[in-house]
């Protein structure tokens, strides 16, 4: 039995491997049949590391595809897992995960409780940029929802956050999206405000490359928490 489930290890781990190489070269749903039948070879082999991996990463193929229901049911039952088996980095990062298909769904009542719960994870962790980054995501939302004044409050809440975590550039690009708001909201004096402090933290210092914004994270286009590759997982708790 251990032997059989020492191959179903090794025949899971291979599939992810090929379904990455997929994913990388842009054949999503060559990756997504991979990636589940990694999941039945890691259930198999009763390794929650393979099942958990799997899981995330069909999730991500199917955000790739735009199946924002399928994306948010497989990221839920991922998570699931990870709450189960209390690890906490994982948590927050599918947390985040499905605030980013929930807000692309337009659900925004979802997206902003799980982008909530996934700034409290950070905060947990002690990772005051990621904390910083989800709120940052949520005040987004709320915009989105219609709700200016909350984006504002929780937008000033995330660039405090981004100050104390010593990440400038999105400290800058929060600076400049509370500004937008604000002028939405009819507050011109506070807004150029922000601006002026947006500057001041791009503006190069001598000896120093010169910041530049953040691509993604705090700005006003793709949702922050989309990893570099949509199914690729890369995180704490992976193993070599």
């Known amino acids: 039995m251990a032997e059989r489930r020492g191959l179903h290890r090794e025949r899971a781990a291979a599939l992810l491997n090929l379904a990455d190489l997929d994913a990388r070269t842009g054949r999503t749903r060559d990756a997504l049949a991979r990636y589940r039948a990694a999941l039945d070879a890691g259930r198999l082999a009763k390794d929650p590391y393979a099942t958990g991996r799997a899981m995330e990463s069909v999730g991500g193929a199917y955000q790739e595809l735009g199946d924002w229901q399928r994306a948010a049911d497989w990221y839920g039952r991922a998570l699931a897992q990870r709450l189960a088996r209390d690890e906490r980095a994982d948590q927050a990062r599918l947390y985040g995960r499905l605030g980013t298909v929930h807000t692309y769904a337009g659900r925004y009542g979802e997206a902003l409780r799980n982008w909530r719960a996934a700034a409290a994870g950070h905060r947990r962790l002690g990772d005051a940029a990621g904390h910083a980054r989800a709120l940052s995501e949520a005040a987004r939302v709320q915009e989105y929802a219609g709700r200016p ?33 604000l002028e939405r909201l009819g507050d011109p004096v506070a807004a150029r405000l922000h601006r002026v402090a947006a500057d001041r933290l791009l503006a190069p210092r001598p000896g120093a490359p010169a910041a530049v914004g953040q691509d993604g994270a705090a700005g006003h286009g793709t949702p922050a928490d989309t990893p570099r590759s949509t199914y690729e997982i890369r995180s704490g708790s992976q193993k070599n």
């Not at 409050?153 to 010593?166: F, N």
């Open 149 to 181: 004044e909350d984006s504002a409050r929780t937008c000033e809440e995330a660039a405090e956050g981004a100050r104390r975590a010593g990440d400038v550039r999105l400290h800058a690009a929060l600076r400049l999206r509370l500004a937008d708001t």
